[in-house]
């Protein structure tokens, strides 16, 4: 079968034909030429018939190619409109709805590949806002040849466009067959459309902050040139601004990338994990999302293009300074790496860690095939694998920042002991929790982290130096890994920023880890010992 003979895939059919049923299809269409007819009234009656050009400071008259232009800027604004958010919403009901039926169950048996499945789902849930999308060309085609738009930039628009559909199509599908639960599929209840909004919420966040990979990662770089094509006006009255942002969001590691290699660059190896991770979930809905070489894989690529967006933004912050910020945009970069460094190691321990009935599973299989134990990258395998995985991953992209930013490496390696103490914690104590007798009790579990690492830091802020000693604050404020981030900022921009009571930051650092390594010994022993409990008992199965 060809990867894209969308006529024998039964996924792609499945979903096609629900979505453009004749009564959907024509309300579809008389809503988008509503829509569209209203575009062209408030481009045309809603603006004002002069305007004040500060460029030039002169008072120009808003003719009909400017109508005309605002038309056809509105109209693409439409068309992104149509499948960044209707079809991203399709996409995501559709699979959940799949995963919720089982239907899934039953095309895993068919000879159909995973991906072709994975590309049923992905291109058929969304066919009819692809239809619509078609059905705006009629208006924008006639619009680009009377306003003489340049060819070239619209082309580079729709491919730009087209590929960020297509990628977050895909990692909403993710998202949406991520659950191991029909009943909890994701997007199928209220706190689905909260995710939903809360997503697109980040995308906006994320192109604020002025980092060429976070803003590849969004939407923004395919409708940016096309505003400074339409409206150069606009952008030569910022142009100083304009100038020194388009150097650094156009580049990685100080080199200059054309826009779009740039968002091939980031979004490409995401997609492909991507389309990992759904094959993954199609193939057997009770294994994780990644395996634990993928999930170190993915986790140092991140890492890595995220240093390379710094260290652009940095280089042409310093010589354009302008809208730079100084010392508080490099201690955001810093913040924003050990956020992620937590985010992949505490999230990377999650899919790690085995629970109960796959760790036993994957101890009988070792047997059967007459090895005492598996291979540590196993899905099955104890969460020590990915553990050492990830310290390497860790300690290399610290490296990286070394050269990025010029605080010691001594310093670097101190924050990134502690960092990798706090996963080694919570690695532990998930993994004794998973093989434990009290492996179904996840909302106990939950409550003791929540109190450990939210309430007891909170409670010893507010009774600091009031009931409880300064030094009893710093261990039990130690316990959390949030309230230790700003800690680690400032030791690696070497600000005076936090202010400690009786002890530097350093030592601050070192009570920490002494404390949090006593609990990871702690948590890691009681897992061992229920690791063991477990090859025993596969030991003595027939």
Not at 53 to 71: E, H, P, R, T, V
Not at 250 to 258: C, E, K, Q, V
Not at 260 to 273: N, R, Y
Request: charge should be positive.
């Amino acid at each position: 079968m060809k990867i894209l003979d969308l006529r024998d895939n039964a996924l792609f059919l499945q979903n096609w034909r629900e979505r453009m049923r004749q009564p959907t299809v024509i309300s579809g269409v008389a809503i988008t030429l509503i829509i569209i007819l209203l575009i062209f009234v408030s481009a045309f009656y809603g603006q004002d018939a002069y305007r004040y050009s500060g460029y030039n400071s002169q008072y120009q008259i808003q003719d009909a190619m400017f109508w005309l232009k605002k038309s056809l800027w509105q109209i693409l604004m439409l068309q992104g409109g149509l499948m960044l958010v209707l079809g991203t919403w399709s996409v995501t009901r559709m699979a959940s709805r799949e995963r919720r039926s089982g239907t899934l169950e039953f095309h895993r048996n068919s000879p159909t590949t995973r991906l072709n499945q994975a590309l049923g789902l992905i291109l058929g849930a969304p066919s009819l806002e692809w239809c619509l999308f078609a059905l705006t060309f009629i208006f924008v085609i006639p619009l680009s040849l009377i306003v003489g738009f340049s060819f070239i930039i619209l082309m580079k628009f729709y491919v730009s466009l087209i590929f960020m559909v297509f990628f977050y199509h895909t990692i909403f599908v993710l998202f949406a067959l991520s659950s191991t639960s029909k009943s909890q599929a994701a997007f199928n209840r209220l706190p689905g459309i909260l995710m939903f909004i809360g997503i697109y919420v980040l995308v906006i966040t994320m192109r604020t902050q002025n980092l060429s990979v976070l803003y590849h990662a969004t939407f923004f770089p395919a409708y940016d040139e096309v505003w400074r094509s339409l409206f150069p006006m606009a952008y030569q009255e910022n142009s100083y601004r304009n100038f020194s942002q388009t150097l650094y969001l156009n580049s990685w590691w100080g080199i200059a990338l054309p826009s779009l290699i740039l968002q091939a660059l980031v979004q490409l190896p995401l997609l492909i994990f991507a389309f990992k991770g759904i094959e993954r979930k199609i193939s057997t809905f009770d294994i994780p999302l990644f395996s634990k070489a993928q999930m170190t894989t993915l986790s140092f690529l991140v890492l890595f293009l995220f240093l390379g967006s710094a260290y652009s933004f940095l280089i042409y912050g310093n010589m354009y300074n302008y809208d730079y910020g100084g010392d508080s945009r490099v201690r955001w970069i810093i913040y924003s790496f050990i956020c992620f460094a937590f985010f992949f190691g505490l999230g990377g321990t999650l899919l790690a860690t085995p629970k109960q009935l796959s760790f036993f599973k994957g101890l009988l299989r070792a047997k059967r095939s007459g090895k005492n134990k598996f291979d540590l990258s196993s899905d099955s395998a104890s969460h020590v694998g990915w553990l050492c995985a990830y310290a390497l991953v860790l300690g290399s992209t610290l490296l990286l920042l070394s050269y990025v930013l010029s605080a010691p490496v001594a310093l670097k390696i101190l924050v990134g002991l502690n960092i990798l103490i706090y996963v080694a914690v919570f690695s532990g104590a998930l993994e004794y929790f998973r093989l434990s007798v009290h492996h179904k009790k996840t909302a106990i579990f939950g409550t003791i982290v929540g109190s450990v690492w939210i309430v007891i830091p909170i409670l010893a802020e507010i009774l600091k130096n009031k009931v409880i000693d300064i030094n009893v604050y710093y261990v039990l404020t130690s316990l959390s890994p949030f309230s230790r981030i700003e800690l680690f900022t400032s030791v690696l921009t070497r600000s005076n920023s936090f202010s400690t009571f009786t002890l530097t930051p350093l030592q601050v650092l070192f009570q920490g880890a002494i404390v949090n390594l006593l609990l990871a010994g702690v948590f890691q022993i009681l897992a061992s010992r229920e690791r063991k409990k477990w090859q025993t008992l596969a030991a003595k199965s027939n």
